[in-house]
């Protein structure tokens, strides 16, 4: 997204524009994001990358609309919302029963290319593992929410979080080896 286009952005957030204008600029960069995240799925998966984007809009700006302060605002709720709205697809689908197999999951090349690999239950176990951290760190686990489930790049998290793309790439490794560590800690092959 274009400097112009993200200070457009964060105007007509902080004005509470109509949604119509926010969707025109966002929705390209979203469904983007929402298509790598379901790329890898199965063929004839239920959920499509306008529908997830859909659903995302619907819990942005349903009917307790919320006023967000600028485009990182914006972003890491989106991020969030598609998250949950993955979590929940993925629980829904009914994959992981109670008390069966659990997969692994593999961190080595842990990123967005991973993320769109990743079946429902190995989702299921990211996000069990995103909430411990949540406990323990709630920016690490906003860094991890903004990277794995929103498909940002280092830069676009910097901006997001207000930090350095040092600081997102060092707090990325550690992120990584921190869910490498809980993963292995409760999951196993099959």
């Known amino acids: 997204m274009a400097d112009e286009t993200r200070h457009e952005l964060t105007k007509l957030l902080r004005q509470t524009a109509d949604v119509r204008e926010i969707v025109a600029i966002v929705y390209p960069e979203l469904r983007a994001v929402a298509r790598n995240q379901l790329a890898q799925e199965r063929p004839g998966h239920t959920l499509q990358p306008t529908a997830l984007v859909n659903e995302v809009y619907l819990r942005l700006f349903g009917v307790d609309r919320v006023q967000y302060n600028d485009r990182a605002h914006f972003f890491a709720a989106a991020a969030q919302a598609m998250r949950r709205i ?6 829904t689908r009914g994959r992981l029963k109670r008390g069966g197999k659990r997969k692994h999951v593999s961190l080595d090349d842990f990123d967005v290319a991973k993320a769109a690999e ?3 239950d190995e989702m299921l176990a990211v996000d069990r593992a995103i909430e411990r951290l949540e406990v323990q760190d ?17 830069a676009d998290t910097a901006q997001a979080l207000g930090i350095s793309e040092r600081t997102v790439r060092r707090d990325w490794k550690l992120a990584k080896a921190w ?12």
């Open 179 to 190: 869910l490498a560590r809980e993963l292995s800690d409760t999951t196993h092959d099959d």
């Open 138 to 154: 709630p920016e690490l686990a906003r860094l991890v929410t903004l990277r794995f489930f929103a498909g940002l790049t280092s």
């Open 86 to 91: 993955l979590v929940e697809h993925a629980r």
């Open 118 to 120: 990743t079946t429902p």
